[in-house]
């Protein structure tokens, strides 16, 4: 065996600042979106001690008021009082948001709607695996959980001295043929309010995080626990951080175990391929696994500024093919249009749908109907069977 | 064969947006270690239109006068003037800094300084190949080339209308092996003055940056070529694209080759073993390859916020390791100590050492001396006389 016997992926809560800014350009875009699905949205945002910072690209006719959504978001996400370091109806909002540049803007819109141009150059990949029923790395997909359950508990009253703040940190086991064995280590931090002990804390979050959501088998007498090893942290979100859209997009994708091509998803319109073609990697390698043509596999998809087509796809499938590896190149040439037009069509993305995206991973997530679009389409398998065929 | 048979990688030049912020928050952090080598920094920036937003969380007893090197690091690039859209002597420069808080930092620092706890919980990689003589994947070194030579022909004169910010992009083609053989696809976008014809840029830049910089037995009749694909490129810099810390992590790193923790470098002081540990394991990786323990080598590592040990230590050599995989393990853990305080000690990390690796890339480059200590002395194969004697 050469490859990983560990495997480590993290995850943050909603509160976490990074997460308050991806939260904040997101809904910023599915507020224009609404209005104005044509737009062009590029939204970056910058929160510190009392203070959110908005600024980026954005053209639309769309009218939006931009201080209320911020606003709401960050009380939303329970910022809400001085007393937990951060207050949306109080904090100090900046707008210094832009207009894209029109020598882009030639570059992308072309008089024939499908050969409209990538919005930058960039790579990105997809990737899916059988490792869990969602097709996603076990790793994630664990960290994602823990951190739910942390805002969930909190949400609910079970476990009320809990602030919104938290990171979560799985260490798997991995057998000879890569499957999960057990869990060998698990770091969770959570911000916390003064009156709770840390012993308390600790075998709080135990009990009410950690055993509800960590399969029992995968637990033993080995497995080591990181329970807010500082010891403290009260204060938290932006006051102890400066948060900035952007920045875990390892946690918003696979959690390390898939590359990454570095761009960001959150305040992007889907003409900007960092988001649209890193999703429909997403939707390709998933429908791949799903149709039984690779235990594993990373689609690898780059883009030049202002052309429609690819300049390259590529594909891995680490030897879990079952077919071989050149039909199944041939089959997603067949099946799926990676053209950002086609794309946009194909996944329904002209639509609000992204806010929910940007807390908790943008992948492994179920479909569902959302302001009249499916949020979470680059999950649907709807391809399994046209790949299948296309192979054979 | 069931791996990539394309790959593509990207790089950006200094006067790119993102990399902008990367220069300014690295230039203060040099500034600050100078005087206080202790100090803890996590410094954020912000650039958009005529502003500069520094932010994150500083605790240091050094006096630096931030608003100047901001200004400086800004002229340095080449925005000097409203003409090319950024002027660091005229434009708005905002301090938001706030101090590390007191509960992270009771983390950290411990009586017996081997005992210094990570600064934030996390996962990091290191990667070494044989693909190049750097022990750095392909794609991604000559795409570092071309933007250098961009800057370079821009500085020097022979391309004086060229103005600071560029992309490169290269599509490479692997044989069986997994050895590059061909260049299928460059991309190469550069800002310039509205004098130059799009005609005579294009020519310019295959004579004067493509040709000289990438093999030419790599170039072919197939190879496609995209410049200045939107045509125009007038506007660049903040003013076409907001610019914020730690969003080129994959440029930073192996282009996407190697997988990513998602942890930025810029602007943070080597107690954040999202910088000193992804350092730590780019040094582990090349010298396991400089050993000819593996042709191909990838670290990954993980730890707990104020926690020495890491939580994981687990390595990939992709079937391409000369002696078995545990004994390589063994002897990782034999040579190497990734406790943060070993990693800053062996790597000499708290000097003044950063502003040079915030552009063309952290790994793959040369150690030299600058400011009293070795800059990239990750990229030192010294450890592998080491290695060898421990597997044997
Ligand atoms: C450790 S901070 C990053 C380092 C920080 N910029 C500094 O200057 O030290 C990263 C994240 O850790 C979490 N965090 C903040 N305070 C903490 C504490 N006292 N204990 C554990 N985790 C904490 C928060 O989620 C925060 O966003
Ligand atoms: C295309 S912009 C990113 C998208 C932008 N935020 C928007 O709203 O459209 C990314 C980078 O492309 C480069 N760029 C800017 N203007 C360009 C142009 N007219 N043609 C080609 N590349 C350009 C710059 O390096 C810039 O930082």
């Known amino acids: 065996m050469s490859e990983y016997s560990l495997f480590t992926s993290e995850s943050v809560s909603e509160g976490h600042p990074d997460k308050i800014a991806d939260q904040i350009s997101d809904a910023i875009l599915d507020a224009i979106m609404a209005e104005d699905p044509r737009a062009r949205v590029a939204c970056e945002t910058m929160v510190k001690t009392g203070v959110a910072i908005i600024s980026g690209e954005i053209t639309t006719s769309a009218w939006v008021d931009l201080e209320s959504i911020v606003r709401e978001v960050i009380n939303d996400i329970g910022y809400d009082s001085s007393d937990v370091g951060f207050d949306g109806a109080t904090c100090s909002v900046i707008n210094i948001i832009g207009k894209q540049s029109p020598e882009i803007n030639q570059g992308v819109d072309r008089e024939k709607l499908e050969e409209q141009g990538a919005g930058d150059q960039g790579l990105m990949f997809g990737y899916a695996s059988d490792e869990t029923d969602v097709l996603m790395p076990a790793p994630i997909?664990?960290?994602?959980?823990?951190?739910?359950?942390q805002s969930k508990v909190r949400r609910n009253g079970i476990l009320p001295w809990l602030r919104p703040d938290a990171k979560s940190q799985v260490t798997l086991r991995y057998d000879a043929d890569g499957r999960p064995e057990g869990i060998d280590a698990v770091v969770l931090s959570t911000q916390h309010n003064p009156d709770?002990?840390?012993?308390?804390?600790?075998?709080?979050?135990?009990?009410?995080?950690?055993?509800?959501?960590?399969?029992?088998?995968w637990l033993s007498k080995e497995t080591k626990y990181f329970i807010n090893p500082t010891g403290k942290f009260v204060i938290g979100g932006p006051v102890g951080d400066c948060g900035l859209t952007g920045r875990k997009i390892i946690v918003d994708s696979y959690g390390g175990m898939a590359r990454h091509g570095g761009g960001a998803f959150s305040g992007k319109d889907p003409s900007k391929v960092d988001r649209s073609a890193a999703y429909a990697g997403r939707w390709v390698a998933k429908n791949i696994v799903a149709a039984g043509l690779a235990r594993r596999c990373e689609l690898q998809v780059s883009y030049a500024i202002g052309e429609a087509q690819p300049t390259s796809i590529s594909l891995n499938t680490f030897g879990t093919e079952t077919v071989p590896h050149d039909r199944i190149v041939a089959a997603v040439r067949d099946v799926f249009d990676l053209r950002p037009f086609a794309i946009i069509r194909d996944l329904d993305l002209l639509h609000p749908i992204y806010r929910p995206t940007s807390s908790y991973g943008h992948f492994g997530r179920d479909p569902y109907t959302l302001n009249g679009a499916i949020a979470f389409s680059w999950e649907k398998t709807d391809r399994a069977e046209a790949l299948k065929a296309a192979v054979s």
């Open 141 to 149: 997909t664990y960290a994602h959980r823990l951190v739910e359950r």
């Open 196 to 217: 709770i002990g840390l012993a308390d804390l600790r075998e709080a979050v135990i009990e009410e995080i950690i055993r509800p959501v960590l399969p029992a088998e």
